[in-house]
Nanobody, 123 residues
Framework: QVQLVESGGGSVQAGDSLRLTCTGS????????MGWFRQAPGKEREMVAVIGWTTDYANSGKDRFTISRDNAKKMVYLQMNNLTPEDTAVYYC???????????????????WGQGTQVTVSS
């Protein structure tokens, strides 16, 4: 019954910004840690940002990206500023049912995933 749907991806130029949105349904949204992960062709899936009562960021985005959530709307956002070609990937929203604090950062420890949204950044 858990469903996660990502939106907001697209093709942009280096230096541009995007805001990704993850919309959840089928669960008590406020209880769980959520995360944004990304995977580029030929590479491992990696953490971008996670959020529970606290947040954590990968070094690649810690000065450019901001994760936030609106529990009433059951949405998680990823604001991405000053994008570079290295940010090109499919971005996934994920749910961890364990409610561990601080949130897990490893993709393999998240239980439910959306279908992803493509972000393409050209120079």
């Amino acid at each position: 019954q858990v469903q996660l749907v990502e939106s907001g991806g697209g093709s942009v130029q280096a230096g541009d910004s995007l805001r990704l949105t993850c919309t959840g349904s089928g669960f008590d949204f406020s209880l769980y840690n959520m995360g944004w992960f990304r995977q580029a062709p030929g590479k491992e899936r990696e953490m971008v940002a996670v959020i529970g009562w606290t947040t954590d960021y990968a070094n690649s985005g810690k000065d450019r990206f901001t994760i936030s959530r609106d529990n009433a709307k059951k949405m998680v956002y990823l604001q991405m500023n000053n994008l570079t070609p290295e940010d090109t990937a499919v971005y996934y929203c994920a749910l961890d049912v364990t409610r561990r604090l601080p949130p897990y950062t490893e993709p393999g420890l998240y239980d439910y995933w959306g279908q992803g949204t493509q972000v393409t950044v050209s120079s």
